[in-house]
C-alpha cells in the first residue's frame, strides 16, 4: 500500500515565525506535490517537484519555499508565517503516466496566530 | 493556464437516489482525468480515473463520462447510499502543463436515509 505520510498534523504558529511541513513517501514516486485546502476554493497547489534536487512553482505559491533533497522527502517551507496562511495542507505523490493517480497524506492543519 | 470548475458545490439526495457532478475545464490537450473522494479529516482517495481516449467508464455504481467537445466531466453515482456521503473532487492533469494535477473546489454530498 502506498504511503505519505505528513508531520506535525497540527501546527499553531505566530505571525512572522517560521513553518516547516515535512513529508515522507515510500512509494518510489518521482512526483511529489503541495496543496493547501481551503473552503470553496477546493486543493491549491503551491509547489511540485519531478524528483530529488527539483522544485516547480504551482498555481499559488507566494509565500512559500520547497525543498526535496531525496525522492523520499519533500517539505514546504513558510519562512515568515501569515494569518493568511492558515490552512489545511496535503502532500501528495505520484506518478502519471500510469493510473496517474495521486496519493496523499492525511493533511496538516496549520493555524497561523 | 488550466482551470477547472466543478459543480454544484453541494448536493443532497435521498438514498437510492442518483447523484451528478459536473466538472468543466480549460485545456484541451488535458490528458488525464480523475475523480477522489474525501472522507472527514482525511486525504482524497482516488474512485475513478480515465485517460483522454475513454468517453465512458463504469466501476462499482460509479460512472465517469468524459465529453472532450465540451471539455467536460461527469461522476454519476446511482443508487446513492448514506456511505457516500462526503466530499468529491475532480482533477485533471497531462495538458500543457504538463505533470501539474489541478483540482476543482470540491461538491459536498450529502445522502440522506
Known amino acids: 500500500e502506498a504511503a505519505v505520510t505528513q508531520s506535525p498534523r497540527n501546527k499553531v504558529a505566530v505571525t512572522g515565525g517560521k513553518v516547516t511541513l515535512s513529508c515522507n513517501q515510500t512509494?518510489?514516486?518521482?512526483?511529489m506535490y503541495w496543496y493547501r485546502q481551503d473552503t470553496g476554493h477546493g486543493l491549491r497547489l503551491i509547489h511540485y517537484?519531478?524528483?530529488?534536487?527539483?522544485?516547480e512553482k504551482g498555481d499559488i505559491p507566494d509565500g512559500y519555499k520547497a525543498s526535496r533533497p531525496s525522492q523520499e522527502n519533500f517539505s514546504l517551507i513558510l519562512e515568515l508565517a501569515t494569518p493568511s496562511q492558515t490552512s489545511v495542507y496535503f502532500c501528495?505523490?505520484?506518478?502519471?503516466?500510469?493510473?496517474?493517480?495521486?496519493?496523499f497524506g492525511e493533511g496538516s492543519k496549520l493555524t497561523v496566530l | 493556464g488550466e482551470q477547472v470548475e466543478q459543480r454544484p458545490p453541494h448536493l443532497s439526495v435521498p438514498e437510492g437516489d442518483s447523484a451528478v457532478i459536473i466538472c468543466t475545464y480549460t485545456?484541451?490537450?488535458?490528458?488525464?482525468f480523475y475523480w477522489y473522494k474525501q472522507e472527514p479529516g482525511a486525504g482524497l482517495q482516488l474512485l475513478m480515473s480515465?485517460?483522454?481516449?475513454?468517453d465512458r467508464k463504469e466501476e462499482q455504481g460509479l460512472t465517469v463520462l468524459l465529453n472532450k467537445k465540451d471539455k467536460q466531466l461527469s461522476l454519476n453515482l446511482t443508487a446513492a447510499h448514506p456511505g457516500d456521503s462526503a466530499v468529491y473532487f475532480c482533477?485533471?492533469?497531462?495538458?500543457?502543463?504538463?505533470?501539474?494535477?489541478?483540482f476543482g473546489s470540491g461538491t459536498r454530498l450529502l445522502v440522506s436515509p
Open positions: 501528495a505523490s505520484g506518478d502519471l503516466g500510469a493510473t496517474g493517480q495521486l496519493y
Open positions: 485545456d484541451s490537450a488535458t490528458a488525464y
Open positions: 482533477a485533471v492533469s497531462g495538458g500543457t502543463g504538463g505533470y501539474k494535477v489541478v
Open positions: 480515465v485517460f483522454s481516449n475513454v
Open positions: 517537484s519531478y524528483g530529488a534536487g527539483s522544485t
Open positions: 512509494n518510489n514516486h518521482n512526483n
